[in-house]
Every structure is written in C-alpha cells, then in structure tokens.
T-cell receptor, first 115, second 117 residues
Framework: ETGVTQTPRHLVMGMTNKKSLKCEQH?????MYWYKQSAKKPLELMFV???????ENNSVPSRFSPECPNSSHLFLHLHTLQPEDSALYLC??????????????FGQGTRLTVV | AQKVTQAQTEISVVEKEDVTLDCVYE???????LFWYKQPPSGELVFLIR??????QNEISGRYSWNFQKSTSSFNFTITASQVVDSAVYFCALSEARRGSQGNLIFGKGTKLSVKP
C-alpha cells in the first residue's frame, strides 16, 4: 500500500453536481492537508487538519467543504463548482511536531474537470 | 510576505549533464524550513530534502546536492550526471515554524526538467 491514497484518480462533474474526494493515509500521521494545483498558479494550500481539527482555511470558497472524521481519512466535498475549479487536488499528511528531517507525504491527486 | 521564486520554468538537458535548479525565497521569520519535492508524471509529490534555517551546511545525497545560502536567500538544487528518470517537475517550498507544521507549505511555481537520452 502506498502511504497516501486518493480516490478517485479522475473525476468529471457538472456544475450542479455534488461529489466527494477521498484521501486515506496509512502512515500514522496526525496532520492532513488539501492542496490545489492548477495550470496557472503555484500549488495552493486549501485546508489543514491537525488532530482531526481544522486549523487553517486559506480563504477557500464555501463550495469546497472538508471533513476529517479521523486521523487517517480526509474528504473534500464539492458542490456547485465552477469550471475554474478544474485542477489537480492533492492530499498530504505529516507527523507534527517532529524533529525528523522529513517532509509531508503526498498522494497522487485527483484530476478534477468541471464541465 | 512569504514567497518562493523558481525563475526557471523549463530546463532541457542531455543525459549525463549536470543541472542546477534555482530557488529564492522570502520570509520575515528567523526559523523556517526549506524543501524540495519532485513531481513525476504520475502526479504525487515526492519529498527530496528538508533543510532548517539554522543549518547552512550543504548536503549531498547520491547524485543530488543542495546549496543553502541565507545571505542570498537561496536554496539551489543540483543533479549531477542527469538521467532520463530525473525528468519531472521540481518544486521548492518554504514552511515557517510559526505556522506550526511542515505540511503547511508555500510552493514555488516549479521547474520542469526534461532529460533527453
């Protein structure tokens, strides 16, 4: 099993649909993150969860709704998205705090297309 | 303001050439971490290195080496004797200690490296 698994890998949805992205980590980490990677912008941090509590929301529109039911799972619920929301959505996890010289572990992402 | 600049958008080299990827950062914090990640075509970001702001020693790991210079706010990455498998997008990133986690990253725009046989 890979460390951080995201499903689905690809998703096409209409602007009126509701869908969810799922992330699961098997590393025993206590922090999880959602990032957005679009063609025209650098990787953008969307949400940070630490010990299952949301600790940061980087001014993300309410049509994106995260959920962290436990330390191993993270969801991103999507509704009434816009075409400009089409992007690669990456999930990551890390152990905090740590003195180890490691970084966050990323999943392979979900490629989202909004039509 | 925090910012990471990777001025090189794309680099193309021939196998066995050495290549250096540049990274310049801005931060007001005195304690911070710098990272390099590799993104192959499969999409996931692969962690390469983390460097603390108070440790300016250069580091070598196989064909990879990193040059951290606080005086110029740079954290450059060199691949020696490049190989086709090194082809990927490479991201430099900054994490400030006050933000509380090493997954809370500010990324540069990335440098796409193409290594041709």
């Amino acid at each position: 099993e890979t460390g951080v698994t995201q499903t689905p890998r690809h998703l096409v949805m209409g602007m009126t649909n509701k869908k969810s992205l799922k992330c699961e980590q098997h590393l025993g980490h206590n922090a999880m993150y959602w990032y957005k990677q679009s063609a025209k912008k650098p990787l953008e941090l969307m949400f940070v969860y630490s010990l299952e509590e949301r600790v940061e929301n980087n001014s993300v529109p309410s049509r994106f709704s995260p959920e962290c039911p436990n330390s191993s799972h993270l969801f991103l619920h999507l509704h009434t998205l816009q075409p400009e929301d089409s992007a690669l959505y990456l999930c990551a996890s890390s152990q905090e705090p740590t003195s180890l010289r490691t970084g966050a572990f990323f999943g392979q992402g979900t490629r989202l297309t909004v039509v | 303001a925090q910012k990471v600049t990777q001025a090189q958008t794309e680099i193309s080299v021939v196998e066995k050439e050495d290549v250096t990827l540049d990274c310049v950062y801005e931060t007001r914090d005195t304690t911070y971490y710098l990272f390099w990640y590799k993104q192959p075509p499969s999409g996931e970001l692969v962690f390469l290195i983390r460097r603390n702001s108070f440790d300016e020693q250069n580091e070598i790991s196989g064909r990879y080496s990193w040059n951290f210079q606080k005086s110029t706010s740079s954290f450059n990455f060199t691949i020696t004797a490049s190989q086709v498998v090194d082809s990927a997008v490479y991201f430099c990133a900054l994490s400030e200690a006050r933000r509380g986690s090493q997954g809370n990253l500010i990324f540069g725009k990335g440098t796409k490296l193409s290594v041709k046989p």
